[in-house]
């Protein structure tokens, strides 16, 4: 686990891991720029106070602009997971064989690509789950806000193992095409894939670093695979 966290620090430095690095966070940047735009579009004009009051008090721009970025920072925190592994997935064959090429040039030669149909069957799986997940955990989020810590911990916790099975499985696909042997493989790394998932949910938490923790992750589950990969594929 320390091994493949190491090795996966020093593939950020190859430069066409840097470039999908770019690509991808501009692609999600874009993303929820468009949700601020339109919710800034949807909520000019809306008058919250007659949904609760005999009032009205309909939103300006003004009004409608901050709520936009109110709205689209608390998105940002709680969504952010979910549409960085749906990114993602549509870079993960080219992260996972820029780094076989370095490091496992062998395994490259025989692997089979995920594609864009798979990888985006994949990636739309991995960001409903990590919604649903954070959504069944919300409740729970909000209830240990007192503890200070706790919130922080249960995010770790619930992400670690959404990220942990999803990058997992894209990186087994390439080179276990019977999907017993995945599920074996999936079951065999549990532990060793939760602590990858919670060490990349870990950057989520932290400025800016958290915008290399879905790359650094695909990398990790890469050399995760290689390094405990069952006998069906060596």
Known sequence: ????????????????????????????????????????????????????????????????GIGAVLLTALALWFLFPAVAIGV???????????????????????????GWRRGAMLGLRSSLRVLIYNLVALPFYLLLLVTGVGTAL???????????????????????ADPVARQAWLARTRINRFLMGASVTALFLVPFVNLLAPVLGAAMATHLFHRRKPAAAL
């Open 88 to 114: 993602i997935s549509a870079y993960m064959d080219r992260i996972v064989a820029a780094v076989e090429a370095r490091h496992y040039p062998a395994m490259l030669a025989s692997a089979r690509p995920l």
């Open 1 to 64: 686990m320390i091994a493949a966290l190491s090795l996966a620090i020093g593939d950020l430095a190859d430069g066409r891991i840097l470039r999908i690095f770019g690509r991808s966070r501009i692609l999600t940047l874009l993303i929820f720029a468009g949700l601020g735009a339109t919710l800034g579009f949807v909520l000019r004009g809306f008058d919250p106070c007659a949904m609760a009051l005999d009032a009205s008090c309909p939103l300006g721009g003004a009004a409608s």
């Open 154 to 176: 249960l995010f770790v916790a619930v992400n670690g193992a959404a990220f942990g099975r999803d990058l997992g499985e894209m990186a087994a696909w390439r080179h276990l």
